[in-house]
């Protein structure tokens, strides 16, 4: 598939119907697989081996294969109790959104059940993809370590006749939760990680909330990310179908950069129960990786992160006058981490990882200190600074 992979799905499911992420898909993984350059077959006999885990066992070969007076386009189960999604004795033609599951008839082996297309020299032909069929799917059921997943091929078969005849590969994709469905042509977002947030300014509102993450590893499928503020209390019944269900009006959307992200929220900025964001409420941040299923209208899955640190907003004195001015350095670390205040006082110093599992806790009773971080895995920390009436927090990456 070429690199401009949303613009050319754009292209073949626009007229699809528009489908709502389906309800209950919290625990929903689909690992997909581009196949870079789309791989052609016309030449007889030539073939294509899908491997869908990357196991190393290959689960089913695409085939183009002749023998006189016949041609053959087949999809060939390979691995342990592999088969595809039959119509009528043949492969069937899968439109944008079917369902491959449990329910759907399937073939094993068979001599002609498993062709898209076959055809002779005299002009007859057999098969449900005996046209000119473009970006259609081909529903597999395989085994994974004995346990049954489904997955969906994408295909397109151009057919005149035995001499103008081909048959390209473009991408794949399997739901990784053993006996659970997929839909045809349904991708799922990557998830955003290492989510920091900090307090930031003395508004008591949404302006003083910053959130910091890292981009999904892999954007290309993410539309947007939505940033959702979440009262603490309810934090840990918070889930994808959860996120999934929050008004517009109540998260903060980012487009991807092709970067990490960080973004102060606005005065306007509610939670997700549509209450202003203010000062002495504990909160977590949470960012939704949302696929453009409103473009693409796929039933494609969004990716929940994990929380970020606890953050309760609050008007400071001592440091936050002092906050720009805090100097850390190096950052990134690998050794001695310095830390300079603008003026002395007492202070304590906490360095946790995202989890909030604490590695180091000091006192001080200077304008400077020092941390060791000799022996902490590499990886993204928050070091929090306090004194008796305030907080504030940064992020610390050791490399």
Not at 102 to 112: C, E
Not at 132 to 161: E, L, P, Q
Not at 215 to 230: D, G, L, S, T
Not at 237 to 264: E, K, Q, R
């Amino acid at each position: 598939m070429k690199k401009n992979l949303l613009e050319k799905l754009k292209n073949y499911s626009k007229t699809a119907a528009a489908l709502a992420v389906v309800g209950g898909t919290a625990n929903a993984q689909i690992v997909y697989t581009d196949v870079d350059a789309d791989t052609t077959l016309n030449t007889f006999p030539s073939n294509y081996e899908i491997d869908f885990d990357g196991d190393g066992v290959i689960d089913v070969n695409a085939q183009v294969l002749s023998n006189s007076p016949y041609y053959q386009g087949r999809m060939q189960p390979v691995g342990t109790n592999t088969s595809v999604v039959a119509s009528s004795t043949y492969v069937a033609v899968l439109n944008t959104s079917d369902l491959i599951s449990i329910s759907n008839s399937f073939v094993t082996s068979s001599t002609y059940g498993l062709n898209l297309v076959s055809g002779n020299t005299s002009g007859s032909t057999w098969g449900n993809w005996n046209s000119n069929i473009d970006d259609k799917y081909v529903g597999v059921k395989f085994d994974i370590s004995g346990t049954t997943h489904y997955g969906w091929i994408r295909v397109s078969v151009a057919y005149n006749d035995i001499n103008d005849f081909s048959m390209t590969i473009k991408d794949f994709a399997y739901q990784a939760i053993a006996d659970s469905a997929i839909y045809a042509g349904s991708v799922q977002a990557d998830t955003a990680y290492t989510l920091v947030a900090t307090d930031v300014d003395e508004n008591g509102n949404g302006l003083d909330m910053q959130i910091e993450f890292n981009m999904a590893a892999n954007e290309q499928f993410i539309e947007e990310y939505r940033v959702m503020v979440v009262k603490t209390a309810d934090a840990a019944t918070f889930n994808l179908d959860s996120a999934n269900a929050v008004d517009a009006a109540n998260y903060t959307a980012i487009a991807p950069t092709g970067s990490n992200i960080s973004t102060v929220l606005t005065d306007l900025s509610n939670d997700i129960d549509g209450d202003a964001i203010i000062n002495d409420v504990p909160y977590k941040l949470f960012v939704l990786s949302v696929t453009p299923d409103s473009v693409l209208s796929i039933n494609n899955i969004n990716s929940l992160s994990a929380e970020s640190n606890e953050i309760t907003l609050s008007f400071t004195t001592d440091i936050s006058k002092i906050e720009t001015n805090i100097n850390i350095y190096p950052n990134p670390v690998s050794n001695i981490l310095n830390i300079r205040l603008e003026k002395a006082d007492k202070y304590t110093i906490k360095l946790t990882n995202i989890l909030g599992e604490e590695f180091i806790i000091k006192e001080f009773n200077s304008d400077f200190t020092t941390l060791d971080i000799n022996g902490l895995t590499k990886g993204n920390y928050i070091l929090t600074i306090s004194n008796n009436v305030s907080i504030t927090t940064k992020q610390v990456v050791i490399k």
